[in-house]
């Protein structure tokens, strides 16, 4: 018994570490790939130019950019708390707000941000939230950002003239397009027509099994989980649009509140500088550079990110300014929230080891 112990301990131990070194390393890829990115826009974009401005950091400035950072993680934890609500489940504002943190941490240090949705469905299951509707919430509200952005995105690529001379639209403009329908048809699929995907999910489990890429006994438990749980999230769904009108009213007014916020930020840093700044023109091109990111397999889209925004932004701010308003505009949207994620993810995973010890 005692050994039974020993071993089952060992295992968590080994378990609990293999998460942390996946994320350490990926971690790493993301400083290491941020620091190329912006090295990459001091070199062809700002002129290896770069000054700190004191007027970023005066009374003013800082208690706006601490208001709309206010506002921008608030709206972030009401969306999927609303959604939630709209499924029939409620979420403490201490634990949803725990989660919009560790959400912020796991995508930006994984690939495609494919980690944050698993760790949201982890989490909320802990706080008593079955996985099909915790899947079911996590995919909505992915999908009302989605909406909203790739609904936007052909509207500034069209009339923004700050977008006319950008070579990377220019290469890529039918590219854009393809992906545009390709990510909206995937999610109207999974959204209306999720019995379309248990066919060739089934199929994919069952040439994993003919490959000998996986047991008999685990292929039918996949076979099982997939289509249960498929049926779950096509259920959820429905419920979601079946819910109190005022949740999933609320759900669709804060996700437009936090993308909102998320787009501001630039506007704003730009507007401390000193510079005469077209409101609509930032929101624009943060919104493109916003849909580009979303295809970057970069963790984070750590690179590609501010080189993007480099190439955008280079033509209305001076070069002393672009690498500055580029490290504040990631500093307060992306790392504040990851470094506050890591740390709550951190006690979490103590308190998850300790419950199940």
Same mark, same amino acid.
């Given at each position: 018994?005692?050994?039974?112990?020993?071993?089952?301990?060992?295992?968590?131990?080994?378990?609990?570490?293999?998460?942390?070194?996946?994320?350490?390393?990926?971690?790493?890829?993301?400083?290491?790939?941020?620091?190329?990115?912006?090295?990459?826009?001091?070199?062809?974009?700002?002129?290896?130019?770069?000054?700190?401005?004191?007027?970023?950091?005066?009374?003013?400035?800082?208690?706006?950019?601490?208001?709309?950072?206010?506002?921008?993680?608030?709206?972030?934890?009401?969306?999927?708390?609303?959604?939630?609500?709209?499924?029939?489940?409620?979420?403490?504002?201490?634990?949803?707000?725990?989660?919009?943190?560790?959400?912020?941490?796991?995508?930006?240090?994984?690939?495609?941000?494919?980690?944050?949705?698993?760790?949201?469905?982890?989490?909320?299951?802990?706080?008593?939230?079955?996985?099909?509707?915790?899947?079911?919430?996590?995919?909505?509200?992915?999908?009302?950002? @989605?909406?909203?952005?790739?609904?936007? #995105?052909?509207? %500034? *690529? $069209?009339? =923004?003239?700050?977008?006319?001379?950008?070579? !990377?639209?220019?290469?890529?403009?039918?590219?854009?397009?393809?992906?545009?329908?390709?990510?909206?048809?995937?999610?109207?699929?999974?959204?209306?027509?999720?019995?379309?995907?248990?066919?060739?999910?089934?199929?994919?489990?069952?040439?994993?099994?003919?490959?000998?890429?996986?047991?008999?006994?685990?292929?039918?438990?996949?076979?099982?989980?997939?289509?249960?749980?498929?049926?779950?999230?096509?259920?959820?769904?429905?419920?979601?649009?079946?819910?109190?009108?005022?949740? @999933?009213?609320?759900?669709?007014?804060? #996700?437009?509140? %936090? *993308? $909102?916020? =998320?787009?501001?930020?630039?506007?704003?840093? !730009?507007?401390?500088?000193?510079?005469?700044?077209?409101?609509?023109?930032?929101?624009?091109?943060?919104?493109?550079?916003?849909?580009?990111?979303?295809?970057?397999?970069?963790?984070?889209?750590?690179?590609?990110?501010?080189?993007?925004?480099?190439?955008?932004?280079?033509?209305?701010?001076?070069?002393?300014?672009?690498?500055?308003?580029?490290?504040?505009?990631?500093?307060?949207?992306?790392?504040?929230?990851?470094?506050?994620?890591?740390?709550?993810?951190?006690?979490?995973?103590?308190?998850?080891?300790?419950?199940?010890?």
């Amino acid at each position: 018994m005692t050994h039974q112990t020993s071993f089952d301990q060992t295992a968590t131990d080994k378990s609990s570490r293999t998460p942390w070194r996946r994320l350490t390393l990926f971690g790493l890829l993301f400083i290491g790939l941020t620091g190329a990115g912006l090295y990459a826009v001091y070199d062809q974009f700002a002129d290896k130019s770069i000054a700190f401005d004191a007027r970023l950091i005066d009374p003013v400035s800082l208690a706006s950019l601490l208001a709309l950072l206010t506002i921008y993680f608030v709206s972030d934890g009401l969306r999927l708390y609303f959604t939630l609500k709209a499924l029939g489940h409620t979420l403490g504002f201490k634990a949803l707000f725990r989660l919009v943190f560790i959400n912020l941490f796991v995508s930006n240090v994984t690939p495609m941000a494919t980690g944050g949705g698993v760790a949201q469905i982890w989490y909320l299951q802990r706080h008593g939230v079955p996985i099909g509707r915790a899947s079911a919430a996590t995919t909505i509200r992915t999908v009302l950002a @989605v909406a909203f952005i790739f609904s936007l #995105t052909p509207v %500034f *690529l $069209l009339t =923004l003239q700050a977008l006319d001379n950008q070579p !990377i639209l220019n290469d890529l403009s039918v590219a854009l397009a393809v992906l545009i329908m390709a990510y909206l048809g995937f999610f109207a699929v999974v959204l209306f027509r999720t019995h379309w995907l248990i066919g060739p999910l089934s199929r994919l489990l069952h040439g994993m099994r003919k490959l000998h890429l996986v047991g008999e006994r685990r292929h039918n438990r996949w076979q099982y989980k997939a289509r249960r749980e498929m049926l779950r999230f096509s259920h959820s769904f429905s419920v979601y649009l079946h819910g109190p009108r005022r949740s @999933v009213l609320l759900s669709i007014f804060f #996700t437009a509140c %936090f *993308l $909102l916020s =998320l787009f501001s930020f630039p506007a704003l840093l !730009i507007y401390s500088l000193g510079y005469d700044v077209n409101y609509l023109t930032t929101i624009g091109l943060l919104v493109v550079t916003t849909f580009i990111m979303y295809f970057s397999p970069t963790p984070g889209a750590s690179g590609i990110s501010e080189g993007v925004f480099g190439s955008f932004f280079r033509d209305i701010l001076t070069g002393n300014h672009l690498i500055l308003v580029i490290v504040a505009w990631r500093l307060l949207t992306i790392y504040i929230g990851m470094a506050v994620g890591l740390v709550i993810l951190q006690r979490e995973l103590a308190r998850s080891r300790k419950d199940t010890q």
